[in-house]
Structure formats: structure tokens, C-alpha cells
């Protein structure tokens, strides 16, 4: 997806969250609807979630999430997925279970996981990142990714006065990684 497409989607979502608040103001409030229950998942020895966990070592078995847990990583992490990968490490040695060690900490996380380094994604992918990446990107495993950083296709008339007091912040985040250095899990002072 382009920078101006992600661009675009931002406005539009805005654009969009706004309508939806207005036409709620207009009803006199409304309900957010219940959330689904997560899938239940049957383990021998689960290690709850939480933020009793505090170092990858804790994760000795299948993680069971709360129930309304949203994360990415309680709907792909199954128990086929733990059998298959605890205890591998990736290339730079960063384990499987420091990649799930925060959103299994933090159950109110979105997606949950963190690659240890870009091969991460290759050697993990199968059953989990894969699932992971095309479900929060809409980017399949065989897409490929096209660049338009071109600002002028954007359509984004100004926002009216009552829309633009009702943002607050927005943020577009880039990120560029070294290859062959570990990302953020794998991070040490050497």
C-alpha cells in the first residue's frame, strides 16, 4: 500500500469517526456494541496472561487470554502455533517467546507481537506472522508492495471548524530498519 494510499485511508477514517460521532450526539449517545468473546482454546498447563509476566522465561506453556482480549496475537496465537514455535529462536537469537512476551503482559495491546528481526517474519511467518501482517495490513504473503509518494493525489478538502476542534492529534509513523540488527525485542546495548 502507498504512503498516499495510507494518507488517504487516515483522512477518510477521520472524516469518517467524525460523522459517526455527530450522527451519535444527534441520537442522544448510543452503545458501543458488546465485543465478541475470544475463541476458547484447550491447554494442559496454560500460563495465564497478565502482567505477572515478566521475562520470556515465564511463558512455560499455550497463553490463555481473558475473555474481550482483541489482540492480534490471542486470535492467531493457537495452541498449534505454541506447539510449533516455543522455543525457536530466530537469526539474531531472539526467542518466540520474547516476540509474545508484551501482549501476553499487556492484554489490552492491538496486535500483541513484535518480530525479533526482518527474518523473523520468514521464519515465524507460517500459521502466525503471515496471518498477523495480512490481517492488521491487508498485505498477503504474495502481494507486493507498491510506492506513490505522491502527496498531489491526495483528496482532502479542509476540514470545517467543528471538525477540525474535534481532532486532537493525528500521527503517521515511518520506520527504517538496519538489516541483519535485531528489531526492538532483540535490542541489547551491544
Avoid: W
Wanted: some cysteine; proline content about 7%; aromatic content about 8%.
Amino acid at each position: 500500500m502507498s504512503m498516499t494510499m495510507l494518507v488517504q485511508d487516515m483522512y477518510d477514517g477521520v472524516k469518517a469517526m467524525i460523522k459517526r460521532e455527530m450522527e451519535l450526539r444527534a441520537e442522544g449517545g448510543g452503545k458501543a456494541p458488546a465485543p465478541a468473546p475470544a475463541p476458547a482454546t484447550a491447554a494442559a498447563v496454560p500460563v495465564k496472561a497478565g502482567p505477572h509476566l515478566k521475562k520470556p522465561s515465564d511463558i512455560t506453556g499455550f497463553v490463555e487470554f481473558p475473555p474481550n482480549t482483541k489482540s492480534l496475537l490471542c486470535k492467531y496465537l493457537t495452541k498449534d502455533v505454541y506447539e510449533k514455535y516455543k522455543g525457536k529462536k530466530d537469526s539474531c537469537g531472539v526467542s518466540f517467546e520474547q516476540m509474545i512476551l508484551s501482549g501476553a503482559q499487556n492484554v489490552d495491546s492491538g496486535i500483541g507481537t513484535y518480530a525479533g528481526c526482518h527474518k523473523s517474519y520468514y521464519e515465524f511467518g507460517p500459521g502466525f506472522f503471515d496471518k498477523i501482517v495480512e490481517d492488521y495490513h491487508k498485505h498477503g504473503v504474495n502481494d507486493k508492495h507498491i510506492s506513490n509518494m505522491n502527496y498531489q493525489e491526495l483528496n482532502c478538502p479542509p476540514f470545517t471548524e467543528d471538525e477540525a476542534s474535534r481532532i486532537l492529534s493525528t500521527r503517521i509513523r515511518v520506520g527504517r530498519n538496519l538489516a541483519d540488527f535485531p528489531l526492538g525485542p532483540g535490542i541489547t546495548k551491544e
